[in-house]
């Protein structure tokens, strides 16, 4: 292995450990923002065929 590839292993061991955390946070802001979304389509669906809010 050359020295760019042992560069780019290590980067990927590092960013492995050290960026899990930010993964698990960055997925459930997605998770968050998905339902958010879902939601609003519901009510604005639910809207459009008369029936009363969700919240």
């Known amino acids: ?3 760019l590839g042992a ?3 290590a980067l990927v061991e ?5 960026l899990a955390p930010f ?8 998770q968050a923002r998905d339902r958010e979304e879902f939601e609003r389509s519901m ?3 639910r809207n459009q065929q008369g ?5």
Do not use: C, F, V
């Not at 590092?14 to 050290?18: I, L, N, Q, R, V």
């Not at 029936?51 to 919240?55: A, E, L, R, T, V």
């Open 1 to 3: 292995m050359g020295e």
């Open 7 to 9: 560069r780019n292993l």
């Open 14 to 18: 590092w960013s492995a450990t050290e």
């Open 23 to 30: 993964r698990g946070i960055l997925g459930n802001l997605r």
């Open 43 to 45: 009510d604005e669906h």
């Open 51 to 55: 029936h009363p809010s969700g919240q």
